[in-house]
């Protein structure tokens, strides 16, 4: 699916989505369209920082193994990572990309699997749940010190859900043990074999390959990698004359100006036209990267300033 990495209107979409989430309320899940019915849905949890070649290879496999519906799903907070990287709203944006025919999106406000496997069945009441996770992530699901109750936790969580395992290339005795010390769950828990490649083709690793200036063709699907450039996502920094600038934190703090303000001329405004003045190597490009990390400008100067070229 084409999507433009500079549409405000999908941003603010993405991002209101996103706030509707309450992490402190009854854990829920909300899907980017209607999610119809369905009798067997995979969630494929993740960061999705960015979504990799080997997310789009493990939801095509789902689908070929019989689930009739695959979810990216994006929790509010996932467990056992800091905010870093991609934006929400970029981050669904990209997962966007993603979608058509059984691919769908989702956000979580919860980040235990418990509470997202409870969230899940009311999204779909007659749908069989089950989770894609990687060998490394289910190790940590049977880790106790994510949980209060961890025997609870996992009693939720298998009582509602089944979990599909894509163990990496390294990691198959690492699996073995987790399943030999958890046999209680055992039966639950089912593995899906991906050509060592893509297994070990992590979102962590894509970031380190694209700050190091690859290109990311191959490391992420195609409409992923043409989003990523438009942003200029993970790029190294450029050089404005004697500074040096993250292209991408530049666009992240004024899509959050434009949403803290959330005026009616936000409608109107020409995102890439702010960006590629405030990266511009002129007196006005410095001025305005100067304010946009003072953080003081109101979001309407901003566009009027857009609009009278600055």
């Keep these: 699916m084409s999507v433009d990495a500079h549409n405000l209107q999908a941003i603010f979409a993405m991002r209101a989505l996103w706030e509707k989430l309450d992490p402190a309320a009854t854990p829920s899940l909300a899907t980017l369209k209607p999610p119809g019915a369905r009798r067997n849905v995979a969630l494929l949890p993740g960061s999705f920082n960015p979504p990799t070649a080997a997310h789009m290879l493990l939801a095509e496999r ?42 769908g999106v989702g956000a979580s406000s919860h980040g235990l699997y418990a509470d997202q496997a409870e969230a899940a069945q009311r999204v779909y009441p007659d749908a069989e749940i089950t989770f894609l996770v990687g060998s490394d992530k289910i190790e940590q699901i049977f880790d106790p010190r994510w949980y209060d109750d961890r025997n609870g936790a996992l009693e939720r969580l298998f009582g509602s859900a089944r979990l599909v ?90 899509i959050e100006m434009l949403w803290r303000a959330r005026a009616p001329e936000a409608n109107g405004t020409d995102l890439h036209e ?36 600055l």
């Design 165 to 254: 395992v894509a163990p990496r290339a390294d990691q198959g005795e690492l699996l073995r043990t987790v399943l030999e010390q958890n046999r209680r769950f055992a039966d639950r828990v089912s593995v899906l074999r991906l050509h060592p490649a893509v297994s070990d083709l992590s979102s962590t690793r894509v970031r380190g390959l694209l700050r190091a200036g690859a290109e990311p063709a191959g490391l992420v699907p195609a409409p992923v990698a043409e989003l990523l450039t438009a942003m200029r996502a993970f790029a190294p920094p450029i050089v404005i004359g004697d500074e040096e600038v993250d292209a991408y934190a530049i666009r992240a703090k004024i």
């Design 62 to 103: 789902a689908l070929q193994e019989g689930f009739d519906c695959v979810v990216l799903l994006l929790a509010h907070n996932t467990v056992g990572k800091q905010p870093s990287g991609l934006i929400p709203e970029d981050r669904l944006l990209a997962m966007r990309a993603l979608t058509g025919g059984a691919f």
């Design 274 to 309: 702010l960006v590629t003045t405030a990266l511009s190597p002129t007196p006005e490009g410095r001025k305005f990267r100067e304010t946009l990390a003072n953080g003081g400008a109101a979001t309407f100067d901003l566009m009027r300033a857009n609009a009278s070229g």
